[in-house]
Every structure is written in C-alpha cells, then in structure tokens.
C-alpha cells in the first residue's frame, strides 16, 4: 500500500488512465483523443505485429486497438507509480490467443506534457516473448481463416 499522499494531478491522471480503458473497449474514441496530444507517440517493443513505434493519435489507436483483441484486464490489480511528469501503471492482465491464455503484468509508462496530455506512452510486458508468441499465434490464425 502506498503511504504517501497523491497530488490531486496524480488522482487525475489515475482516474483519466481508467476513464481511457473503459473509453478503448466501448470504442469512445473522443474521450481518448481529448486526454492525448495529437502528435502521442506509443512504443510497443518486441517482434509481434503490433510491434515498433507509434505515431500520432490515428497510428496510436489502431495499434491499441490491435491490443483489445487479446488483453483482458477485467478485475485485474491495477498500480500507479508517479515520477515527475510520468506515471507508470503496473496492469495485471490475461493475454489471449487462440490456444493460449496467459497472465502478466503489463507496464504502461504515459509522460504528460505541461498541459496534462499524453505525450508519449510505452508498453513493457513482463515476458516480451510470451508476448509476442500469443500475438503472432493470433494473426497467423486470423491470416489462415
């Protein structure tokens, strides 16, 4: 449990992470689009798919859209983390793929800029290549189809 007290901007910025997640799987797009800059950049690591970096908010969308097809994070233990103008969420999630359902944390780093906008976010699964395996599996069955 953390014993230091949260600013109101770190309540805010925790709060807009969760506002986020419920706007990304109901597809409220402009709910997103007004907590990012325009410009956001999002670094996903690894060899899957959805791999490399991301820029500006179209590019950003699609590739966390290619992520809601296999994370579920329902009732999962959610942890923040603030350093300065970054805030890093420790997310329990499920990663789903067609013969395959496994358990990480994911790590999701969003800098702010002066504005309070995402500027910049950057994704870190604990077991990068779990990750990539049950990514990969999942667009080589849907390219098979």
């Known amino acids: 449990m953390d014993s230091q007290r949260k600013t109101a901007i770190q309540v805010a910025r925790e709060a ?55 994370l579920a994070s329902e009732n999962r233990r959610t942890t923040f983390l603030h350093e300065g103008d970054q805030m890093v969420v420790r997310h329990d999630i499920e990663v789903h793929g067609p013969d395959h359902v496994v358990e990480m944390t994911l790590r999701v780093r969003v800098r702010y800029d002066s504005e309070g906008k995402a500027a910049s976010i950057s994704l870190e699964p604990d077991d990068l290549g779990l990750f990539d395996h049950v990514l990969n599996t999942v667009l080589r069955n849907s390219q098979a189809s």
């Not at 409220?28 to 990012?36: H, L, N, P, Q, Y």
């Not at 590019?59 to 966390?64: A, G, K």
């Open 16 to 70: 807009q992470f969760i506002d986020n997640l419920a706007a990304f799987m109901r597809r409220d797009f402009e709910t997103v689009e007004s907590a990012w800059r325009p410009d956001v950049v999002m670094d996903m690591p690894g060899r899957s798919w959805l791999a490399g970096v991301h820029r500006g908010f179209d590019d950003v969308s699609r590739c966390v859209l290619g992520l809601r097809h296999v």
